[in-house]
């Protein structure tokens, strides 16, 4: 069954260091989600694209989040300078188009540890 | 962003009994979502729901999209011990922006 891969599984960093993370969405999805989810809430989208395009990334922290999905398949997140209320799961899924439902899979996240 | 109103908070219940959670929302949805999510991982979709009304299962799972299309409940009957995990709803609204809930937390005692 396809998957979305997300690396690494568990990242530990000080704060005010950068730290990335990495997402391959499933063959052929044009649409890519980043999501954050701390522990004992639900995901909040951080970031969606539609192929290489920021679709929505009114929820992102621009100061510090960036994200990118240049050829429009695999896409990283980076933060700079981490900080210690970073620490979460960052979850990445993708969809075959923006409608979701059905083809809206995640992967099995990052957790993130600032220290 | 806006989260889901998802009760109960957790349950606790024997081997066997049957489940009951459900979402709530301000807001109407064309799509409503139920995932369960383990610990460490990321949720995996168990049932998806696109028309007001619809009620759709998967094994012993039964999840139905409420008819002001603001809300959906999730079923699991004679629940087991893998049941155990975090469910959570999710709402796409007319302008495909997903919405999650806060989660269920499901302990099964053998």
């Known amino acids: 069954e396809a998957e979305v891969a997300q690396s690494p599984r568990y990242k530990i960093t000080e704060k005010s260091q950068a730290v990335a993370f990495w997402c391959d969405p499933i063959?052929?999805?044009?649409?890519l989600y980043w999501y954050r989810q701390i522990l004992g809430q639900g995901p909040e989208l951080l970031v969606q694209?539609?192929?290489?395009?920021?679709?929505?990334d009114s929820q992102l922290p621009k100061d510090r989040f960036s994200a990118e999905r240049l050829k429009g398949v695999d896409s990283t997140l980076k933060i700079q300078p981490a900080e210690l209320g970073d620490s979460a799961m960052y979850l990445c899924?993708?969809?075959?188009?923006?409608?979701?439902?059905?083809?809206?899979?995640f992967g099995s996240g990052t957790r993130l540890t600032v220290v | 962003g806006q989260q889901l109103n998802q009760s109960p908070q957790s349950m606790f219940i024997q081997e066997g009994e049957d489940v009951s959670m459900n979402c709530t929302s301000s807001?109407?949805?064309?799509?409503w979502l139920w995932y369960k999510q383990d610990p460490g991982e990321g949720p995996v979709l168990l049932i998806a729901?696109?028309?007001?009304?619809e009620l759709t299962s998967n094994g012993r799972l039964t999840a139905q999209f409420g008819i002001t299309r603001k809300d959906s409940f999730l079923n699991i009957s004679a629940s087991i011990p893998s049941d155990v995990g975090i469910y959570f709803c999710?709402?796409?609204?007319?302008?495909?922006?997903?919405?999650f809930g806060t989660g269920t937390s499901l302990t099964v005692i053998p």
């Open positions: 899924a993708s969809s075959l188009r923006a409608t979701g439902g059905k083809g809206y899979t």
């Open positions: 063959s052929g999805h044009a649409t």
């Open positions: 694209f539609q192929d290489e395009s920021v679709v929505d």
């Open positions: 807001s109407i949805f064309n799509t």
């Open positions: 729901l696109y028309k007001a009304g």
């Open positions: 999710a709402g796409q609204d007319p302008g495909n922006q997903f919405y």
